[in-house]
């Protein structure tokens, strides 16, 4: 019988694996989230099912080849991921038991992805854990980049938010709230990262109206877990004659989309119509939200970034 590999000892192992890959090939490879956070004091310790890296955008199309050729593969069928995720890829492999989400740009970061991550790699810091030492982002950027992953998540998430805050308050003391303010004006993360600073005493001005970049971080924040949202915004900003095309892709009829959707659908063609099945009656559920999500992304209330200060519980 075959011990199935833990999984916070596979996220290890394989950042040991990218790190080596990516630095024999020249790649810049940032790990993010997970383990690393916890180990620079950004989040509390807890067990990650994948590993999370941050690459210059211009790399992405290298570091996919580099592990293709080390056996990993790319999540079945690309046209299965949901609008606003197109920031990341996911590859899988038959023998590890976590996958690889390398993020071409991170949510939140709304400024241009190629300045921001020369930013993050030019102030980078390392962290030591059981398979050696990794790049990170250094602790500031590191608290941001956390913080805005809790912000997309929405009210949901708001406990992430505050807990960063007061890791901020004990790091960096009464200077926190002025100093992230700084560090998020670099990153381009000064209005998505405005409930985090606003914990931290300082004020954040909302212009109006709201930039486009800024309209789309909030989109995001509403599509979050609800494909109907998700679908919808995006089809709000296209050309009535694409839309055809987007319903086909959103209603996900071929069964290598549903099954890339639905993983835990049972096989055959039973199995298929059950998944989508209650893919279509989640959609139908979400559809009142996402009424309510194109009203917000005309004009959004400050009163949205608020609910970031209520309490919730946390995520990955």
């Known amino acids: 019988m075959t011990a199935r590999l833990e999984y916070g000892s596979a996220i290890c192992l394989i950042a040991a694996l990218v790190d080596d890959r990516a630095r024999r090939a020249g790649v810049r490879v940032l790990f993010v989230k997970g383990p690393f956070f916890a180990a620079l004091g950004v989040r509390p310790p807890k067990t990650s099912l994948d590993l999370d890296v941050l690459l210059h955008p211009d790399d992405m199309g290298s570091f996919v080849r580099l592990l293709t050729g080390e056996g990993w593969r790319l999540r079945d069928d690309l046209r299965a991921v949901l609008p606003f995720e197109e920031h990341s890829v996911t590859l899988l492999h038959g023998f590890w038991p976590s996958s690889i989400d390398a993020h071409r740009y991170w949510p939140g970061l709304l400024g241009d992805p190629r300045a921001s991550f020369e930013r993050l790699w030019e102030r980078h810091d390392e962290v030591t854990l059981s398979t050696g030492r990794f790049a990170v982002p250094q602790w500031t950027d590191a608290a941001i980049l956390q913080a805005v992953n809790e912000i997309r998540g929405g009210p949901s998430r708001a406990s992430g938010v505050l807990d960063v805050a007061q890791r901020a308050r004990e790091k960096l003391g009464p200077s926190a709230g002025s100093f992230l303010t700084q560090q998020c004006h670099e990153l381009g993360a000064e209005l998505s990262a405005a409930p985090l600073l606003e914990l931290l005493g300082e004020a954040v001005a909302i212009p109006s109206p709201p930039p486009p970049a800024y309209r789309e971080w909030l989109r995001r924040i509403d599509a979050e877990d609800r494909s109907a949202t998700a679908w919808i915004l995006r089809m ?10 987007h319903l086909l892709a959103a209603l996900a009829l071929r069964p290598s989309q549903l099954r890339a959707l639905r993983p835990e659908a049972r096989p055959g063609a039973r199995g298929f119509l059950d998944a989508w099945w209650a893919r279509a009656s989640k959609g139908g559920h979400d559809l009142a939200h996402a009424r309510k999500a194109l009203r917000r ?8 970034r608020s609910r970031c200060g209520e309490d919730g519980g946390g995520d990955d």
Do not use: G, L, Q
């Open 236 to 245: 709000r900003d296209e050309p009535p004659w694409r839309w055809p095309s």
């Open 297 to 304: 992304s005309v004009s959004p209330p400050r009163a949205r």
